[in-house]
């Protein structure tokens, strides 16, 4: 672990101390898994804006994936 030192606006502390609280973990915890969860958000997009310019790039041929139809049981 490594220590740090960040400024905040007063208003947001007081907001992050009261989700803390209530989530009964530290603030640094909290601020620590609030830090994660934008990144694994910011990582998600990426791969979806990825995943949708390769689609514009190279778009689905009509009757592509027929082989597959039956593979999936709709019910």
């Given at each position: ?43 998600a ?8 310019e ?13 082989v ?8």
């Amino acid at each position: 672990m490594k220590t740090i030192r960040i400024t905040i606006d007063e208003a947001l502390l007081i907001k992050v101390d009261q989700a803390a609280r209530l989530k009964r973990i530290s603030r640094s915890q909290f601020i620590c898994k609030a830090l994660e969860d934008f990144i694994q958000q910011r990582t998600a997009e990426e791969l979806e804006q990825n995943q949708a310019e390769g689609y514009l790039r190279q778009p689905v041929i009509s009757g592509e994936f027929d082989v597959w139809k039956s593979e999936q049981p709709w019910g």
